[in-house]
């Protein structure tokens, strides 16, 4: 039996894997979904480096854990176990990348997304009446995130979206080959996504070599899109 601990994306929380972790307890494994720090309904304050925040907030949660830790990143959640395995090798055994951003040291997200800026929401963002922080409209957010999600739940969905820190977007990832580079990594590709293009998961790749590849025939949120296909794969990575 493993730990699942399974980390969200950008304007997203703990709540996005809501279909896909019962799934995962019912075949007996633990599942852990948090709410990042800062991106809980009442968007608590965070520093001027969440991603260092996050990075120490599940890293903490992989170092209690009482069973092999599946540590999985979704989209800009990607950074986060990056940073985390960076600090706490010992404590994973497996890094999954779910159509995440799957960046080098010194690199940040802007980094990556800039170079195609006719995929994601760029210029559908804007800042939140916090400046630290960036929102997407809920119906602009839907035909890129949720193109193959059925209507009602791309709906509810798009709703809970909470501001995003800005900070997430530039902080430059902090890793080396001794601490991250030591732990194996998995990438879940998804074909359809129009926030994290395919040409953008297989660049990533290419730099940073994943075995297994695990290609879904969905949208960038599999976790309401193709909830059965994304569980076996993450059994599979057991």
Not at 65 to 74: D, F, K, S, T, Y
Request: proline share 8%.
């Amino acid at each position: 039996m493993a730990t699942f601990i399974l980390i969200h994306g950008a304007w997203h929380g703990g709540w996005c894997w809501e279909r896909v972790a019962p799934l995962l307890r019912d075949q007996g494994h633990e599942v852990v979904c948090p709410d990042l720090p800062g991106m809980d309904p009442d968007q608590s304050p965070l520093g001027d480096d969440p991603i260092d925040e996050w990075a120490h907030f599940v890293a903490e949660l992989a170092s209690r854990a009482r069973q092999p830790v599946i540590l999985v990143g979704h989209s800009r959640g990607g950074l986060v176990i990056s940073e985390a395995a960076e600090r706490v090798p010992d404590a994973i055994d497996c890094l999954v990348y779910l159509a995440a951003f799957l960046l080098q040291s010194g690199q940040s997200l802007a980094d990556v997304a800039n170079r195609y800026p006719e995929v994601g929401p760029g210029p559908l963002i804007k800042r939140a009446a916090d400046p630290s922080r960036l929102i997407i409209d809920a119906n602009a957010a839907m035909p890129i995130f949720y193109n193959l999600t059925d209507e009602e739940d791309a709906k509810a969905a798009s709703r809970r979206l909470t501001p995003e820190p800005l900070a997430s977007m530039v902080t430059r990832l902090r890793i080396s080959n001794e601490r991250f580079g030591r732990l194996p990594r998995a990438y879940i590709e998804c074909v359809h996504d129009r926030a994290v293009s395919l040409e953008m998961q297989r660049e990533m790749e290419a730099a940073l070599p994943c075995e297994p590849v695990i290609t879904l025939s969905c949208d960038h949120s599999p976790f309401y899109s193709a909830v059965p296909e994304l569980v076996a794969a993450f059994l599979s990575l057991v």
